[in-house]
Every structure is written in structure tokens, then in C-alpha cells.
């Protein structure tokens, strides 16, 4: 496969499932903000920007209107919604010959789609945009399941797809312990796993006790549950070592494979309340490994696109 089409279908992936990610945070986010009148708006929006990798905040009073401009909105910026899905659709105009069509007609019909959904979520508020987004990048995971073959193609896929949920995954932990949002502000641990798809799963699995234990456990280490870290991380090991299986007889010669197998053993072999008791020191080695493996695969795969002129967007 041409390193140019690999590279596309790896952002793809990372693109898709950061516009389903980023709507299940701030639908979260932004509904706290409304329903708590005590809670520090501007505080608890910059915390919020930093966490999902905004750091060039203006100096004035910012609020959830404007974070919601620049996550939600803002179509030159790959960050925010509108601009993974126009990202995502970039990348498979490059590569429509490898894409199946019905998920080119699926992701293009959605990027047609945006300016509409904007005007209705302007007009009865920003949950159904959220909601209109979530099913959307549901259908596109669905198509992409049910008409690639399972080649190299869907492998770099799969691998930004999961290398992103770890990454987002662990930002939406992180709002548990932004700043300025303590107390009532911060999203409860119901809330929290109805935002993942995670509630009705960990109900069945732990019987209805849903304490902090629990939730951080299961979003972290469970390995049936597919939005969890361990599960996400283990599948982009997997997608790896298809790609490349290698001959070594001892060690990983590969970067990302390495990175992806020390953080995932990080989290395996530690008990659950020595996560919690560092939990934001976990999550932030859990953001530089996504950081870190993303470079390592660029360069171990797709280094000779870099000369061939290309609609790329770095990662937050």
C-alpha cells in the first residue's frame, strides 16, 4: 500500500472517532455549566479548552458559547467537530480508490450535512447537535466494519481510530479533575459513563454498584468493554503487529509497538487504587503516549508521504 494512502486511512480513523469523542465531552460539559448557576463559567471553560488541547485562550471573560464556537464549530481547526469530520473527509477524497463507497457517500453526505445541523443546534440548543453527531460517526464506524476487507487498509484505520478513543477516553477522565470545577460542577460518575455508551455495560458488570473504583477500573482496564483504554490499546498493538509482525526473537523493535505495550502493561499490573491514587499523573502518561505513538508510526510508515503535497492537520 502507497504510505500516502496508509497515512490517510490512519487519520481517518483518529478524525472520525475525535468528532464522536468531542461531542460526548462537551455534551457533558457544557449541560453541567448550564444546570450548576454556582459554577466558575470562565474557569471551568478554560480548564476545559486546555484539557482538550486549546491552549491559546484569549485573555477575556470566555464562556460556553465560546466553547462551543471554537470545539463545536470552528471548520479550519481539526480539533473541534466540524473540523475532524471536514479533516476526515479531506483525507478519503485521497483516497476514494481504497475506501468503499458507501462509506465515502456516508462521510460525505455527513460533511453536507454540518451547515444545517450548526443552524438547528443555533436555534434549539447544542445537545441535538451533539446527539446528530454521535449517530452519524456511529453509522460511519458501522460501514467501514461492514464493507472493507480486513487488509492493510482497515488496519491503519482501526489503529487511528484506536489510538484516538485511548486519547479522548483519557481527556474525558481529565475532566473529572479539571480545575475550578470542583464539588457540583464536576460530571458525575453516571454521567461520565452515559457520555462513553458505558452505563447500561457496567450496570450489567458490576451489578449496579457504581462507585469511583468501579467506573475507573472499567473505563480504564476493562478488557471486553471497546471504548475502555486497555481494550483500545490492545487493539492498536494487534493493528501493529499485522502490519509489521517482525522477526525479533527478543524485545520490540518497534517504537509505537513498545510504547502502546508499556502503557498498556502500566495500567495492567497496577491495583485499581493506585491508579485512582494518581490518576491525574495516569492519564497525562496516557495523552504523551498517544503523542509518542503517533509520531513513531508517521515515521515508521508514512514518511515518504511527507514530499507529496498533503491536506494534514497535526494532533492536539
Known amino acids: 500500500m502507497l504510505s500516502r494512502i496508509a497515512e490517510s486511512m ?10 464522536d469523542s468531542t461531542a460526548r465531552t462537551l455534551d457533558v460539559q457544557l449541560q453541567l455549566l448550564l444546570e450548576d448557576p454556582w459554577a466558575d463559567e470562565d474557569t471551568a471553560c478554560r480548564s476545559l ?34 473540523g475532524a469530520i471536514s479533516a476526515a473527509r479531506e483525507n478519503a477524497r485521497g483516497a476514494r480508490e481504497t475506501l468503499s463507497s458507501e462509506f465515502w457517500q456516508s462521510l460525505n453526505s455527513t460533511w453536507l450535512a454540518l451547515p444545517e445541523a450548526r443552524r438547528r443546534a443555533e436555534r434549539i440548543g447544542p445537545h441535538v447537535f ?3 453527531v454521535r449517530e452519524r460517526t456511529a453509522t460511519l464506524a458501522g460501514v467501514v466494519d461492514a464493507t472493507m476487507s480486513r487488509d492493510s487498509a482497515w488496519l491503519f ?3 487511528g481510530r484506536s489510538l484516538e478513543r ?16 470542583p464539588g457540583q460542577s464536576r460530571p458525575s460518575w453516571s454521567t461520565m459513563l452515559r457520555s462513553c455508551g458505558a452505563y447500561e455495560a457496567i ?20 478488557r471486553l468493554f471497546p471504548r475502555s483504554v486497555f481494550a483500545a490499546l ?34 495492567e ?45 497535526g494532533i492536539a
Open 157 to 159: 484505520l482501526v489503529l
Open 49 to 82: 479548552l486546555s484539557v482538550m488541547g486549546q491552549h491559546d485562550v484569549p485573555q477575556r471573560t470566555i464562556d460556553a458559547r465560546i466553547v462551543l464556537a471554537r470545539l463545536g464549530f470552528e471548520s479550519a481547526d481539526p480539533g473541534s467537530i466540524s
Open 166 to 181: 485511548v486519547d479522548m477516553t483519557a481527556r474525558l477522565l481529565m475532566t473529572r479533575v479539571l480545575a475550578g470545577a
Open 269 to 313: 499490573y497496577r491495583r485499581t487504587d493506585e491508579i485512582i491514587a494518581d490518576l491525574p499523573a495516569v492519564l497525562a502518561e496516557l495523552e504523551r503516549t498517544c503523542s509518542d505513538v503517533s509520531d513513531a508510526v508517521t515515521r515508521r510508515f508514512f514518511q515518504a508521504a511527507r514530499a507529496v503535497s498533503w491536506a494534514q492537520e
Open 130 to 132: 451533539f446527539t446528530w
Open 234 to 267: 490492545s487493539t492498536a498493538e494487534s493493528c501493529l503487529t499485522e502490519l509489521d509482525p517482525g522477526p525479533e526473537r527478543a524485545g520490540v523493535a518497534d517504537e509505537a509497538r513498545r510504547r502502546l505495550g508499556r502503557a498498556r502493561t502500566m495500567l
Open 10 to 19: 490512519f487519520w481517518i480513523g483518529r478524525y472520525v472517532e475525535r468528532a
Open 203 to 222: 450496570l450489567r458488570t458490576y451489578r449496579g454498584v457504581l462507585d469511583e473504583a468501579a467506573v475507573v477500573e472499567f473505563l480504564l482496564l476493562d
